[in-house]
Every structure is written in structure tokens, then in C-alpha cells.
């Protein structure tokens, strides 16, 4: 039999329970569905020792504001999860788990949903399924020797899992690097594949760096200092570039890739070729390793500067200190000689929605949408990577967007002034 629902929410994850705030508040019929069998969105498939890299606060949602006892910390992984299906419980989420969504299709009134659980017809649907779905593992795999375990960052669970030997970890977006730390730290021989990722202070002007990314993003307009919109992107492909990396492990410190090949990691350039157990290396490590160390500068610094400066907020000067060490840089890596059992592929993901049987998407796969509401009657998008800005795929960021979104679709939104976290400016 056909269901008929009023509105359904793709994604019992943060986004989706955040748009099943806004509905409930507004009386509106509704029901989340999800394919897991357990509450606690995507944070489910990080790695066993993941912890956030924004503070604690920053797991504030509409409705349910941080109130935990460390603010400033950053949760392990089991901790958001748990956060996330509690949320769940405390706005009473319709939610039904085991609910795959394997089509999106148009009907002369609305929408249909062909589900695992049978089909709806619906007359509006919000995905909110997240930003990251298949992971990303470039041809160049098919080409190393049978011998390497080869397995994506999505898969990585913990070092004692791991075959004994050297360990390959390619790519220096934020997985990459925290879990080459990880694996460094456990005694590990780690050789790291060094992309074009970038590097974000821990701390900056007497706070955590995260604050002025939360700030910007609630109060950027007010003061002529938002964070980059997905309108100013030079280039779309820039949508798909890794997140600079910083840690929240150990209290939160600085994930400096010279440090790292100062206390004994192996630094290494992009692979160009295999040839049997010869990797042939891009001569461009000194190159990426200079583009992390001015991303920041270049990227954010002046925004937050100004932003300070505008906001009459009091902080200290800068006082990051730079470390200078220019590791070597090989043309090749004998993999069997450097005793590496394992590569561990950092890649990123690639967009899914091949379920959706609507002509709606971008070359690169992403929706064609406005504040999250497309071209389609009835459908729109939360949660989605650059959906408006830079923050829209953070923890932050998804509150902020909803908030449009929720306007969009006339459901009642808290005050202008309001935000998810009930954080405002504070002095440094």
C-alpha cells in the first residue's frame, strides 16, 4: 500500500532532526526516515578514537543547546553519536530507521518515495542524507601490488586492526592527517601522501579558531565580515577541495606537517605512477606544505582580523609561532623496501543521488537550489556541501542554514537575533 505524508525528511542525522524541530514547532504533519538501524547519523562511521575538531558548543541544536560540561572540549566520537540520537528523543522525532529512500520520483500532485518499507506520496521532501556518500578511491589503486591492504579513511576503524608494517596514508585534508598522527603516535611507521590541504590554527587572538568561523557565521553580515559564500567561488570544483586540518585531540592542538616530519613521519609528494612496488613521486611537496602554511593567512585572516576589529571585541594580538623545517623530498617510494603493509586512502567522497529521478543536479552531482529549496516543486536540500556557504556541511553551519530553509518553507523561526547555540558575540 501507498502511504500519504505531508512532509518527509530524508536523513535522521543532524539535518534531519533540525528540520523535524522547525515542523514540529509548526504543527506540520511529518516523518524522518533513515537507512540505519541506530540513531546517530553519519558520526557512526568515523574511526573509534574520532573526536570532533569544533569545540563542544558548537553541538548545540534548535532546541537543545550544549549544556555539557565542557564546553571548550571536543567530543569523541561515541559521545556526538549518542548527542544526535538524544536529540532525537527530546524533540519526539517521527522517526523510522531501516527506511532506505531507493527513489525520488514526480507525481502530478507531489512526490513519491519508493522506500524499502514501501512507497509514499508525499508533498514535500527535504534531504537532509549529509554531504559526504561514496567514498572516493582514485584508478591509481587498481595498480598497486595484491599484497597492499587498501582501504578508505570511511573504513578505518583503529591502528591494532591494521596487518603489521609500515602504513601509506594518502592525502592531508583533515582525516588524513588525524589519523596519520594516530597511527604516528602508536608506534607506527607512517608515510604521508601530501596533498593541497591547507592548515587551521588551533588558536588565534586568544581563542579557539573555530569561535571566529562560528561568529563570522552567525554575525558575518552584521558586520560586513560573512564567511565565503558558494556564489564567490571562483571555480565550482573548489566545492570539493579538503578541509584544513586541525586536531581536537589531546584538548585541541595544531596539526603542523613539519612538526610531523621534524619528530620522524615520512613526507612525501602525490603519486604519479605505480610500477610493481615503485611509486613514482610529483615534485610538489614543498610546494603543498607552503600552501598549508599561508592558507590560513591568505583564506581567513584578514576576515577575522576585521571581523574582531568591527565587532569592538577585545583580543590579543597574534602570536602563533612558526616552525621551519624543509623535509627532503623523494621521486620515488619502493613500498616493499620501506616495509609498507597498508594504504590507507584520505581521498574524500564522491555525491550520490542517483536516487533522485529528477533533473535537478549540476555536472559535479550537487542540487541546483537557493537556500536549500530547487527547481522542483516540493523538493529541497539541507545539509548539502557548500549549500550556501563554507559552514553549511559544519555542525554550525546546518543550524544556520535550517533557519532559512525553515523561512523558505513559511514554518515559524526563532528571532533574528536568535541563533542554535544561544551563543552571541563575547569578549576574547
Do not use: K
Not at 557512526?44 to 532546541?63: E, I, K, M
Not at 583533515?174 to 607512517?190: C, D
Amino acid at each position: 500500500m501507498t502511504r500519504h505524508v505531508d512532509t518527509v525528511v530524508i536523513g535522521a542525522g543532524q539535518a534531519g532532526l533540525t528540520m523535524s524541530w522547525y515542523l514540529r514547532q509548526a504543527g506540520r504533519d511529518h516523518l524522518v526516515v533513515d537507512r540505519r538501524s541506530q540513531l546517530g547519523g553519519g558520526w557512526q562511521d568515523r574511526w573509534t578514537s574520532f573526536r570532533l575538531v569544533s569545540p563542544n558548543r558548537t553541538a548545540s541544536f534548535p532546541g537543545a543547546p550544549y549544556d555539557g560540561p565542557d564546553p571548550d572540549g571536543f567530543m569523541p566520537r561515541d559521545e556526538i553519536v549518542a548527542r544526535v540520537a538524544r536529540y532525537a528523543e527530546t524533540i519526539h522525532a517521527p522517526v523510522e530507521l531501516e527506511t532506505a529512500v531507493e527513489r525520488v520520483v514526480a507525481r502530478d500532485d507531489g512526490l513519491r518515495l519508493e522506500t524499502t518499507g514501501g512507497a509514499i506520496d508525499v508533498g514535500q521532501v527535504i534531504v537532509a542524507a549529509g554531504a559526504f556518500h561514496a567514498p572516493r578511491i582514485p584508478p591509481l589503486a587498481e595498480t598497486l601490488p595484491t599484497r597492499i591492504l587498501q582501504l578508505h579513511s570511511h573504513a578505518y576503524r583503529d591502528e591494532a586492526s591494521l596487518p603489521a608494517g609500515a602504513i601509506l596514508v594518502v592525502g592531508s585534508a583533515q582525516s588524513g592527517v588525524q589519523i596519520a598522527e594516530e597511527l604516528h603516535e602508536g608506534g607506527r611507521r607512517v608515510y604521508l601522501s601530501v596533498g593541497h590541504a591547507g592548515r587551521f590554527p588551533r588558536r588565534y587572538r586568544g581563542s579557539d579558531g573555530f569561535r571566529w568561523l562560528h561568529e563570522c557565521a552567525v554575525f558575518g553580515d552584521r558586520y560586513g565580515t560573512p564567511l565565503p559564500a558558494v556564489t564567490s567561488l571562483a571555480d565550482p570544483r573548489l566545492r570539493l577541495a579538503g578541509n584544513p586540518h586541525v586536531s581536537g585531540h589531546h584538548g585541541g592542538h595544531d596539526t603542523n606537517l613539519r612538526r610531523f616530519a621534524a619528530d620522524g613521519m615520512t613526507l612525501i609528494g602525490r603519486i604519479e605512477s605505480v610500477d610493481g612496488e615503485r611509486l613514482r613521486l610529483a615534485p610538489d611537496l614543498a610546494a603543498n606544505l607552503a600552501f598549508a602554511d599561508r592558507f590560513f593567512d591568505e583564506r581567513f585572516r584578514t576576515l577575522v582580523d576585521t571581523y574582531i576589529e568591527r565587532a569592538g571585541l577585545d583580543a590579543p594580538p597574534d602570536d602563533r609561532q612558526s616552525f621551519d623545517f624543509a623535509p627532503p623530498e623523494p621521486t620515488e617510494l619502493d613500498l616493499a623496501a620501506a616495509g609498507i603493509s597498508t594504504v590507507l586512502w584520505a581521498t574524500g567522497y564522491a555525491t550520490d543521488h542517483g536516487w533522485i529521478d529528477l533533473p535537478i543536479f549540476d555536472p559535479m552531482g550537487f542540487p541546483r537550489q537557493v537556500d536549500g529549496i530547487t527547481e522542483v516543486p516540493g523538493l529541497a536540500f539541507l545539509g548539502s556541501l557548500w549549500q550556501r556557504t563554507q559552514a553549511s556541511a559544519t555542525l554550525f553551519g546546518v543550524g544556520l542554514d535550517a533557519q532559512r530553509l525553515a523561512v523558505r518553507l513559511g514554518l515559524p523561526t526563532p528571532s533574528d537575533d536568535a541563533t542554535p547555540s544561544g551563543s552571541g558575540p563575547r569578549s576574547g
